[in-house]
């Protein structure tokens, strides 16, 4: 499992103390790795790709590069919880249209925390 420098800056700028250390707490619990920072320029025309095809808003580039970089690393599944914009399966269809638009046929889940979980990982 990996995360990204993004969610770490998102992270960072929470103001909530206590959220932002149940935050920290999770990455550290579950020994996420940072996501490789190489190939940048791929994940970021990726990014526009799906800007520029009406996939996501131009406002909402954090989330273009989320999934951009899942997309370029070959990740199963990206974990979220923001069903407007990334966990929905209208949107999951756009971004595999623009991903084999560019060349990427590797499957790519987007999923909630909760879909993922098993019964080992309740605490």
Sequence with gaps: MYV??????EISQTEDKEKKSRLLHVIEKHHLALVPLERMEEIEGLANAYIQNGVMPRSNLNDALHVATSTVHEMDVLISWNFR?????????????VNQMNGYYYPLRLA????????????
């Design 112 to 123: 909630t925390p909760l879909e993922v979980m098993n019964d080992e990982n309740i605490s």
């Design 4 to 9: 990204s420098g993004i969610v770490l800056d």
């Design 85 to 97: 914009h990334l966990v929905n399966i209208g949107k999951e269809r756009r971004i595999a249209v």
